[in-house]
């Protein structure tokens, strides 16, 4: 049986040589998903920053290239509210890439106030942008990822996915009395699902790759932005001397998506998180964040919709 005993002050430092990997990382631009690109374009990979806003993600090229110069780093626009979009940009990946040997689906948002938000396709934006956006384009970019000796997907969730419970009868909330926190949650479980859906069906078809996922734990990120006041005052830097025990810094936030993106002793369906109480910081190691997103049945209802609403069905071989 494998431990994480051993492997508690796992860190940047052991990050192996990735020379000749190819790594695409949505939301690459700030926060979690910039820390990620840094640490490994540091380690030598080409690292693609697939973002929305192409002028924020020039500016993280340029400053990711100053910190790590040791890979390159490049642009990929892509808008998951649009699954035109990620069509397009899974397009232009394929045009410039002939492997790709690790997905990290990264991005993500949170709105917590105000009414519910819509993707250009008609979804409620939490499980529009974070759940179908990244099936939608991880399934384009399977080829790629199959080229690839033994490619891997990271799909980051959150915490709070243990709040989910996703109802499939209004999964846009189109009936049922908004509430966003709930919407958020939903949609990190769904990553949850997804993870574990693929990851056996990679095991049914002997695929050379792996599907796993990570969570940041109490992240100091601008996620909060939309969030209710007491949210962004945890996040504030000022508040941190009360909060340090609560929230890490995004660096360390990483970690586990760093780990579960690169380590060698990483299995298909293997979970990544911080180490300490309650999972909110610390170092990155094997986690197990409870039965619900391993009900199989959950997990088919939700490849089924998910392939239905995005029109997008996966190719394992």
Same mark, same amino acid.
């Given at each position: 049986?494998?431990?994480?005993?051993?492997?508690?002050?796992?860190?940047?430092?052991?990050?192996?040589?990735?020379?000749?990997?190819?790594?695409?990382?949505?939301?690459?631009?700030?926060?979690?998903?910039?820390?990620?690109?840094?640490?490994?374009?540091?380690?030598?990979?080409?690292?693609?920053?697939?973002?929305?806003?192409?002028?924020? $993600?020039?500016?993280?090229?340029?400053?990711?290239?100053?910190?790590?110069? $040791?890979?390159?780093?490049?642009?990929?626009?892509?808008?998951? $509210?649009?699954?035109?979009?990620?069509?397009?940009?899974?397009?232009?990946?394929?045009?410039?890439?002939?492997?790709?040997?690790?997905?990290?689906?990264?991005?993500?948002?949170?709105?917590?106030?105000?009414?519910?938000? %819509?993707?250009?396709?008609?979804?409620?934006?939490?499980?529009?942008?974070?759940?179908?956006?990244?099936?939608?384009?991880?399934?384009?970019?399977?080829?790629?990822?199959?080229?690839?000796?033994?490619?891997?997907?990271?799909?980051?969730?959150?915490?709070?996915? %243990?709040?989910?419970?996703?109802?499939?009868?209004?999964?846009?909330?189109?009936?049922?009395?908004?509430?966003?926190?709930?919407?958020?949650?939903?949609?990190?479980?769904?990553?949850?699902?997804?993870?574990?859906?693929?990851?056996?069906?990679?095991?049914?078809?002997?695929?050379?790759?792996?599907?796993? $996922?990570?969570?940041?734990?109490?992240?100091?990120?601008?996620?909060?932005?939309?969030?209710?006041?007491?949210?962004?005052?945890?996040?504030?830097?000022?508040?941190?001397?009360?909060?340090?025990?609560?929230?890490?810094?995004?660096?360390?936030?990483?970690?586990?998506?760093?780990?579960?993106?690169?380590?060698?002793?990483?299995?298909?369906?293997?979970?990544?998180?911080?180490?300490?109480?309650?999972?909110?910081?610390? %170092?990155?190691?094997?986690?197990?964040?409870?039965?619900?997103?391993?009900?199989?049945?959950?997990? %088919?209802?939700?490849?089924?919709?998910?392939?239905?609403?995005?029109?997008?069905?996966?190719?394992?071989?």
């Amino acid at each position: 049986m494998r431990s994480d005993l051993t492997t508690l002050s796992w860190g940047i430092d052991q990050i192996p040589d990735l020379s000749g990997k190819t790594v695409l990382i949505t939301g690459a631009n700030t926060g979690i998903g910039h820390a990620t690109a840094t640490a490994l374009a540091h380690r030598g990979a080409s690292v693609v920053l697939a973002c929305r806003d192409q002028v924020r $993600a020039e500016a993280a090229v340029a400053a990711i290239t100053a910190a790590a110069p $040791a890979g390159t780093v490049s642009v990929l626009t892509v808008d998951l $509210a649009s699954l035109a979009s990620v069509s397009a940009a899974a397009d232009a990946v394929a045009r410039h890439h002939d492997r790709l040997d690790v997905l990290i689906n990264n991005a993500g948002v949170m709105t917590l106030v105000g009414p519910p938000r %819509r993707t250009a396709d008609d979804f409620e934006q939490h499980i529009g942008i974070n759940h179908l956006g990244h099936f939608a384009l991880t399934g384009h970019l399977m080829p790629l990822l199959l080229a690839a000796p033994s490619a891997r997907v990271v799909w980051v969730s959150s915490l709070s996915q %243990r709040k989910g419970s996703i109802d499939f009868d209004d999964l846009h909330w189109r009936t049922r009395r908004y509430r966003a926190f709930q919407a958020y949650s939903d949609s990190k479980l769904a990553n949850l699902l997804t993870m574990y859906h693929m990851q056996g069906q990679l095991d049914a078809a002997h695929a050379p790759m792996m599907s796993v $996922a990570a969570h940041p734990g109490g992240a100091r990120t601008d996620i909060t932005r939309d969030g209710p006041r007491w949210m962004r005052l945890l996040a504030r830097p000022e508040t941190q001397w009360c909060t340090n025990w609560l929230t890490h810094d995004i660096p360390s936030a990483a970690l586990p998506a760093v780990r579960a993106a690169t380590d060698p002793e990483v299995r298909g369906g293997d979970v990544y998180g911080p180490a300490g109480w309650q999972g909110l910081t610390g %170092r990155p190691v094997r986690v197990d964040l409870g039965p619900r997103a391993r009900d199989e049945e959950l997990q %088919r209802t939700l490849w089924s919709r998910s392939q239905e609403l995005t029109g997008v069905t996966y190719r394992m071989v």
